[in-house]
């Protein structure tokens, strides 16, 4: 009995591999396994024999069975893992996605946010004016933000709660005053920086992010301006209204006036608040049958930014990179690009622009 039950065995490890061996496909071995190994397998049911079996019988047969079992199941995981790996080189040979085929149903293609298309175009306009357009830093020193720019120490935008300081190392916040770097609350900082990098004459723009402790329907922490400096001998506060101008009629239309208004910014001088003609009304203040224009609020002007003639004392900073403040002068500006963005589309309230809520996003495009 004991004899016969061997002999079987080996019989069904023979016939067993030679199917494994010539077994084509991997669904078609899983098959085989069910078959040879199974439950309902001839083997297994010789396994379950193996108790009805004489004593000195059962370690002979249970010891082959097993050893069959081990040797079938590495045979057939060998034909699996071979035929694997040539299903899947068929398969990438043969099959092919094409991902560059519209989605079902074809969605939309997207378009570039309005404050994007607001930035490209006052780059365009500037470009066309002779201007380079540069990067700054997000994350600036003191010194380029505040102190090259003239500020005193105990100027108010210094303050923790108008500007954002970075500790370097994390950590709690230090002393104010004792800090060094801080997310830019202006693109002022590339002035000297690019009077640095470039000696006179220059004539760049700056756009980008800056931050401030602010919160409001006009104003947001994170929101974007665009710094203008020219620099060169004989510059003067007519070239530089004539700038703006040239560039606020691209933007808002060939009829459009500006007015500069006397200001104070530490790192120019003379400084001026610019406005320009407001365009809903033409600049008379009223819209139709003498209602009040809505927009420029009656007044007829519309607040821009802040410009002025660069100040002796930043010429200073950066008088070895060729600004000598007695024979270079040179104008700067800078405006929010949001104020612009709201302005040529309407936006009412500038937090709308960073909800990306697509029922606002899709009225730009
Ligand atoms: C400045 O930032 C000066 N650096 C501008 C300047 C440049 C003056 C060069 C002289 C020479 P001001 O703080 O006024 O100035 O900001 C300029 C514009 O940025 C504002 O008119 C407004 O349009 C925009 N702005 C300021 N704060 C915010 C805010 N929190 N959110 C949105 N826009 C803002």
Same mark, same amino acid.
């Given at each position: 009995?004991g004899?016969?039950?061997?002999e079987?065995?080996f019989?069904?490890?023979?016939?067993?591999t030679v199917e494994?061996?010539?077994?084509?496909n991997?669904?078609?071995?899983?098959?085989?396994?069910?078959?040879?190994?199974?439950?309902k397998s001839? @083997?297994?049911g $010789?396994? +379950?024999?193996i108790?009805?079996? &004489?004593p000195a019988?059962? %370690? !002979?047969?249970g010891?082959?069975a097993n050893?069959?079992?081990e040797?079938?199941?590495?045979?057939l995981?060998?034909r699996i893992?071979?035929?694997?790996?040539?299903?899947?080189?068929t398969?990438?040979?043969?099959?092919s996605?094409d991902?560059?085929l519209p989605?079902?149903p074809?969605?939309a293609?997207?378009? @570039?946010?309005? $404050?994007? +298309?607001?930035?490209?175009?006052i &780059?365009?306009?500037?470009? %066309? !004016?002779?201007?380079?357009v540069?990067?700054?830093?997000?994350?600036?020193?003191?010194f380029?933000?505040?102190?090259?720019?003239?500020?005193?120490?105990?100027?108010?935008?210094r303050?923790?709660?108008?500007?954002?300081?970075?500790?370097?190392?994390?950590?709690?916040?230090a002393?104010?005053g004792?800090?060094?770097?801080l997310l830019?609350?202006?693109?002022s900082?590339?002035q000297?920086?690019?009077m640095?990098?470039a000696?006179p004459p220059?004539f760049m723009?700056v756009?980008?992010?800056t931050?401030?402790?602010?919160?409001?329907?006009?104003?947001?922490?994170?929101?974007?301006?665009v710094?203008?400096?020219?620099?060169?001998?004989?510059?003067?506060?007519?070239?530089?209204?004539?700038?703006?101008?040239?560039?606020?009629?691209e933007?808002?239309?060939?009829d459009?006036?500006?007015?500069?208004?006397?200001?104070f910014?530490p790192?120019t001088?003379?400084?001026?608040?610019?406005d320009?003609?407001?365009f809903?009304?033409?600049?008379t203040g009223?819209?139709?049958k003498g209602?009040?224009?809505?927009l420029?609020?009656?007044?007829?002007?519309?607040?821009?930014?802040?410009?002025?003639?660069?100040d002796?004392n930043?010429?200073?900073?950066?008088?070895?990179a060729?600004?000598d403040?007695?024979s270079v002068?040179?104008f700067a500006?800078g405006?929010?690009?949001?104020?612009?963005?709201m302005l040529?589309h309407?936006?009412g309230?500038?937090?709308?622009?960073f909800?990306?809520d697509v029922?606002?996003?899709e009225q730009?495009s």
């Open positions: 009995m004899q016969k039950a061997t079987r065995i019989e069904i490890e023979a016939e067993a494994v061996e010539a077994g084509e991997v669904a078609g071995l899983e098959e085989l396994r069910v078959k040879w190994l199974g439950r001839e @083997l297994t $010789i396994l +379950r024999g108790a009805g079996l &004489e019988e059962r %370690g !002979l047969v010891g082959s050893k069959v079992r040797k079938l199941e590495a045979t995981e060998a893992a071979e035929l694997s790996a040539a299903e899947l080189e398969s990438l040979s043969t099959d996605i991902v560059t989605g079902s074809v969605r293609v997207g378009h @570039l946010h309005p $404050i994007t +298309r607001t930035r490209r175009l &780059e365009d306009v500037m470009i %066309g !004016l002779g201007y380079q540069m990067e700054g830093p997000e994350v600036e020193h003191d380029y933000n505040f102190t090259a720019l003239n500020h005193p120490d105990d100027h108010p935008a303050m923790l709660q108008d500007t954002f300081y970075v500790e370097p190392g994390g950590g709690a916040p002393e104010v004792k800090q060094d770097v830019r609350t202006h693109t900082p590339m000297v920086r690019a640095e990098a000696p220059l723009i756009p980008g992010k931050y401030r402790r602010d919160s409001d329907a006009t104003h947001s922490p994170m929101f974007h301006q710094e203008g400096l020219a620099v060169a001998e004989g510059i003067t506060l007519a070239d530089l209204k004539g700038t703006l101008l040239a560039m606020l009629r933007i808002f239309g060939p459009r006036e500006i007015r500069m208004r006397p200001h910014f790192f001088e003379p400084s001026v608040e610019f320009v003609s407001c809903k009304c033409g600049g009223q819209l139709g209602d009040r224009c809505n420029c609020k009656g007044i007829g002007w519309i607040e821009l930014g802040g410009a002025g003639m660069v002796p930043v010429f200073g900073f950066v008088r070895d060729g600004y403040p007695d002068t040179g500006f405006f929010g690009i949001e104020r612009i963005a040529r309407g936006v309230d500038l937090r709308l622009f909800d990306n029922r606002l996003l730009f």
